[in-house]
């Protein structure tokens, strides 16, 4: 299978088929770009899609044990592997959660969580900005004493307490402390559960920094602080001096070491220097044990007294291809007789005694050979030196009094400020919500105004409406109540329409059901058209359709002509008589009368009842 290529350029583009894409998803994580790899694992840069921030993430992926499959799994190389994977993956989340406890201590990176997914483990970090102390020192050489005061003690801090949890870093070098804008120190990359990986597999390679690495990394040696104060010192020697301390591997076979104490750059206290001195004994033994151990001499900043006489002892023929940071060389004492009275011998000295003291190792002490007298010397240099560390500490004691007390006055005017501007935003605050009031006051009245004169508007068009109903009201009552006159001419599709000769509108008669029967309706033609008869309707209801119901009242039979001007009174009811007739039923709603005509019908098995006789019709108006 060959790489693809793209087009324009023809150069086969840098893919990592190793590392997650950007937009795969770990948890409620979300990758976005590789910030860095090696043998050991993955950093990515990634989104908190849960919150909403960008965090670092370390993915445990050792090369030499483990490969990635269908684009996120890790599984063990061979099934030999898979328990030295486990294990190792095991001690990443231990190397994670205890990190995790550390989330206040001072230069050291935060722990947010820890996980595992995609058959492997991830740590989540913060995400920090800046340029690491190797960047810095690449691009101006050394740091000042300033600089160096400022990433010290907070370094100090951090481990003490990394310590203390039992965890140890075992890999600080500059690349590994990264420096904010104001210069803070972050000490970054824990390498715990990388070294214990590699005393454990011979898979995995052990891989050392030269110059910044202790000896005992080497070797099988017992590793502990003084591992990590190794490590410190060396990076501060780079930081002061401008270049790397030889390895301890070459210094165990020839030491090359330049002690700082003897360099001597200009604005450092002696104490510092010979602290870091300590700090690069190769033997760990002779190391300070501590960061506790090692705090003291690093503090110390002032000088013992110009006239303080302190006397190096005779020291043993140096071992072929080692020299101690202490010893002096041959052109600065004679063999066997006393070192020259020097500030810069007095503060080796006062190093020398003051480690031992404070069971810094001991390679210092028996570097410390002669009579008596000598060590009586030291006795009262190294109690001169704590008569000094007292002094120190009560003028530290007393900055630090002066800084609370600033700092209290700072709290107080910050708080008062900050209710001053806390009543202003009250007040402007206040303010706002009476306007705000006020425009709701002032919108609530117009939309009243609004609603009365809508509906003003909608109760003048109602009752204008209304008018015009009552109106038409009127008129049609007032049509309605005309007559209808003229000769019959023959019934509708049912018996209840009537017509008109000479009038095309059909009438439909109040009082009497529709029964649509071919025969009914003749014998009801015939039984009309016998003898001329004349009409009369008046319109007196309407159907729920709004179809108008008429009264009509007919000529007798025996009526004598004219028959148009025979009276109502002589009249009868036409609706009555074709129900007496047995032609038409009565409505279940019409008069008494109605009824009573239409049971005598019924019984003398009239028309209606002669030639149908359904059982709906004697029911239908059954209650």
Partial sequence: MTDPVTPQTGEVPDIDYVALRAGQTIGRYEIVSVLGQGGFGITYRARDIQLGREVAIKEYLPSALAVRQDGATVLPRTTKMADDFGWGRDRFVTEGRTLATLHRVPAIVHVFDFLEANGTAYIVMELLSGETLEDRLQRQGT???D???????????????VHSAGFLH???????ILLNAAGDPTLIDFGAAREAMVGRTSAMTA?????????????SAKQGPWTDIYGLAATLYHAIAGKTPPSAFDRMLDDGYEPLVRLMPKGFPPGLLAGIDAGLTVAARDRPQSIAGWRPILGMTAAPAADATMMMAKTPPPVPGRQSVLTPTSGEASAGGPAPKSRTGLWIALAVVLVAALGGGGYYATAMRGPDPEMAKARAAAEAAEEEKRKFQEEAQKLRAEKEAAEQRKAEEDAKLKAE????QKAEADAATKRQLEDDARRKVEAEIAEKKRADDEAQQKAAAEAAAQRKA??????????????????????MLLTLRNNPAEIRLQGVDVVDEPGLRQAGVNALAAKPRNLRCRQTDRL???????RC?????DAKDPLADIPDSDRVDLALALVRGGLVLASCDAPRAYADAEDEARGKNQNLWAMIKPPEYRRRCAR
């Fill in 474 to 495: 009127e008129d049609d009552a007032r049509k309605a109540a005309e007559l209808v006159a003229g000769q019959f001419d023959h019934f509708g599709k049912t018996l």
């Fill in 544 to 550: 729920t359709d709004g179809t108008p119901l008429y």
């Fill in 421 to 424: 501007q806390e009543a202003r």
């Fill in 143 to 145: 740091l000042t004493p």
């Fill in 170 to 176: 075992r890999d600080i070098k500059p690349a590994n």
């Fill in 553 to 557: 009242l007919v000529t007798k039979l």
């Fill in 207 to 219: 891989i050392f920094t030269p110059g910044y690495a202790a000896a005992e990394q080497m070797t």
């Fill in 147 to 161: 600089e160096v005061d400022r990433i010290l003690w907070p370094l100090l801090d951090g481990l003490e307490q």
